[in-house]
């Protein structure tokens, strides 16, 4: 995969173009000049050159979510926590898999069946994220939803300051 720069302007008109969380800008451009999909196999890199790329590729996909005009347009936190869990999942969904086994004092705050949350506490109010096998409780304060982000991040091996943005986000 090779890096552009693109000033703002097409940036945000690319970002507009999402159609799902998660969508990558090669795949909006693929979409809009009507390009068929890429089969070209990927060369398999090194270990450390993978988790790297990985990072970069995990980064632009969050930083596209921030900059996406639907995220700020929610108006309930519940909706923001939403969007942004789908696209966690959909930027390195083997690492928010190893993530997802963060809990609270006395709640687990994902599983992939809702009544494993309803077992756990009769008001966490499960929900589906989009775009995912996970279910997430949702019935906590905007400040216990960043936390749960900010641990997933965490784990997920994202920079503090990518994890403060999001966090500020929700």
């Known amino acids: ?13 690319i970002a507009s173009r999402t159609l799902h969380i998660g969508e990558s800008a090669s795949d909006i451009l693929r979409r809009l000049l009507a390009l068929p999909l890429d089969t070209e196999p990927t060369v398999a890199l090194g270990h450390e050159a993978n988790a790297e790329q990985a990072n970069e590729v995990s980064a632009d996909v969050l930083t596209m979510l921030l900059d996406n005009a639907q995220l700020a347009k929610e108006e309930s936190a519940i909706a923001r926590f939403m969007l942004i869990l789908s696209a966690l999942y959909r930027s390195q969904p083997d690492a928010f898999r190893h993530a997802a086994d963060i809990k609270g004092r006395k709640r687990i705050y994902f599983a992939e069946d809702p009544q494993a949350l309803l077992d756990n506490g009769k008001t966490t109010k499960p929900k589906p994220v989009p775009e995912t096998p996970y279910w997430v409780i949702t019935n906590t304060n905007t400040g216990r939803k960043r936390l749960i982000i ?11 300051d990518l ?8």
Do not use: F, H, P, W
């Open 1 to 13: 995969m090779k890096t552009i720069e693109v000033d703002d302007q097409i940036y945000r008109y």
């Open 150 to 160: 900010e641990q997933l991040m965490q784990a997920m091996g994202y920079s503090a």
């Open 163 to 170: 994890i403060a943005e999001v966090c500020n986000k929700v």
